[in-house]
């Protein structure tokens, strides 16, 4: 018997064709069926509901099968990955280090480990999942060139920044765009096949499970760690650097390699992937148990901002702990979302809905809350690498809600996770753009010239090097203030002057009257004062 007909009559309605199914499975035609979805989504690959069909039987079909973990390739991997960022994690050989071009002074800024960590580790990903899947080598070398070239270009770019200060931001920053697009140069390679919403929406749940597993080994791995360390020191023995090295840098690169050997089956589709089984299981169960206690928490919360309205306009720390709870839902909310409506009741995916729904729209206020306190930070002091990413950020994130509660009102209950699904197929596009735009732009958007300080006093030289603009001046035995521009004092005529232009009197730094008076007179603020007082 022939279920094309039929699944080519229920495409739009989920019900009818559920029913079929479940008529297909007592007549013992279960593969006629699969047959008839697998011709049907061929013929309208667009339609959704054969789509989800589509992957639910396959999945069903990959569990029956199982799989094998790929050791063969995995642990040499794995101990590549390990070996690599062990030698690299030796702090006194590998730093990224700047030259003041001034003074000729040199600073070390963060290890070179810190930045080259994720994209080693992503190289060697896609060469597992390239050689224990299916070897589409071409992709694979792209990624690994592409992820080069992006290290190689922080690296030879981050110094043209100025002052130091924007040097470092830059740096700490690309730690994490970095790491973002080595993750999205793994799903260009797992997503060879398909990069519909389904699998991208799986190989995000795959990462979290992955990222969880990779937790719990390191987890154990550092439990481990100190007990070795402490029977050595009990004894008297104090382990040498390296190590201690291999344990924690060595040891994290093969733990990497493991957690993916071990979630994710290279020779199936994302989609494929099991969900209802195991850790992934236990990670998704506790999502939707966090759920409904994170819309408490922040249910509560917005009911106290009226009472500290200003708390995050005025404290930076508050306004980090904010982001980092927004990255935070967006994570919870795409762990909750089951990957195939099969996993659970009808019940629980109306509730989980609703849940869904609810939390959106109470992180998209928290968004809009923090997105305003950053620009009001940015436009009372000033524009740097850090507040510019983070504006970015927060526009993806709120994006990003917004979208789920959109295509939660235009799909309705019978294709609420086709919704989630699209937004969060559309939002790793912005993620990995917004990455890749701050990679590229930030040098040139907070480049300096050195050359317009070059003549002045030593001190002078090492606080514009040292100090993000505006750099003011001041010397002790002199009440005028002087604002350092293109190597040029500029006069602030008076205090009412000073605070029109925003400035903070704790970015005054005091230096010695001869050597302000060695810094040649620029056009004074406002322009035509009158001649600029000697300090």
Not at 260 to 272: G, I, T
Not at 505 to 511: H, I, M, S, T
């Amino acid at each position: 018997m022939t279920y094309l007909p039929t699944v080519l009559q229920h495409a739009s309605n989920p019900e009818e064709l559920e029913l079929s199914y479940q008529q297909a499975v007592k007549a013992g035609a279960e593969a006629d069926f699969a047959a008839a979805i697998e011709s049907g989504y061929a013929q309208a690959g667009d339609n959704l509901l054969l789509a989800a069909w589509h992957y639910r039987l396959a999945h069903a079909a990959a569990k029956v099968k199982g799989r094998v973990i790929a050791w063969s390739w995995a642990l040499p991997l794995g101990l590549l990955n390990g070996l690599l960022l062990w030698l690299l994690s030796d702090d006194q050989r590998f730093n990224i280090k700047v030259e003041n071009p001034l003074t000729g002074q040199m600073y070390t800024l963060i290890p070179l480990v810190a930045l080259l960590a994720a994209p080693i580790s992503a190289m060697l990903i896609t060469l597992f999942l390239t050689a224990a899947g299916e070897k589409r080598w071409p992709r694979a070398l792209a990624v690994v060139l592409g992820l080069g070239a992006s290290a190689a270009y922080v690296l030879l770019l981050f110094p043209s920044l100025w002052p130091r200060v924007f040097q470092e931001q830059y740096l700490g920053l690309m730690v994490l765009h970095l790491g973002l697009l080595a993750w999205a140069g793994v799903g260009i390679v797992a997503l060879a096949r398909r990069a519909d919403a389904p699998n991208r929406f799986a190989f995000l749940a795959k990462s979290l499970e992955a990222f969880v597993v990779a937790g719990l080994l390191a987890i154990a791995g550092g439990i481990f760690t100190g007990i070795t360390f402490g029977l050595f020191n009990a004894l008297g023995i104090q382990p040498p650097d390296w190590a201690v090295r291999l344990f924690i840098a060595g040891g994290g690169g093969l733990i990497v390699l493991v957690a993916v050997a071990l979630v994710y089956d290279p020779k199936s589709e994302p989609a494929q992937q099991p969900f209802d089984e195991g850790l992934s299981k236990l990670v998704a169960l506790l999502m939707r148990l966090l759920l409904p206690l994170t819309v408490a928490v922040l249910l509560v919360y917005l009911a106290f901002i009226p009472f500290n309205w200003r708390e995050p306009f005025e404290n930076r720390e508050v306004l980090v702990v904010f982001n980092a709870m927004l990255f935070a839902v967006i994570a919870l909310l795409m762990g909750a979302t089951p990957v195939h409506g099969g996993d659970l009741s009808e019940r629980g995916q109306s509730w989980l809905r609703r849940g869904v729904i609810a939390l959106a729209a109470l992180a998209l206020l928290v968004s809009l809350y923090a997105l305003a306190a950053i620009l009001y930070r940015t436009s009372i002091d000033r524009l740097t690498p850090n507040r510019l990413a983070f504006i970015g950020w927060n526009v993806v994130n709120i994006t990003i809600l917004a979208l789920i509660l959109i295509q939660q009102a235009r799909a309705g209950r019978a294709r609420w996770l086709e919704g989630v699904h699209r937004a969060y197929s559309i939002g790793v596009v912005l993620y990995i753009a917004w990455a890749l735009i701050g990679l590229l732009a930030l040098p040139w958007l907070f480049r300096g010239d050195p050359a317009q300080v070059a003549g002045l006093p030593l001190h002078i030289q090492e606080l514009a090097y040292e100090r993000a603009e505006p750099v003011l001046l001041k010397c002790s035995s002199s009440p005028h203030i002087y604002l350092l521009e293109k190597g040029q004092k500029r006069w602030i005529r008076d205090i009412p002057t000073f605070e029109a232009q925003g400035y903070r009197w704790n970015d005054v730094q005091y230096v010695g009257c001869s050597d302000l008076r060695a810094v040649p007179d620029g056009e004074t603020i406002p322009p035509g004062a009158g001649p600029p007082p000697r300090p």
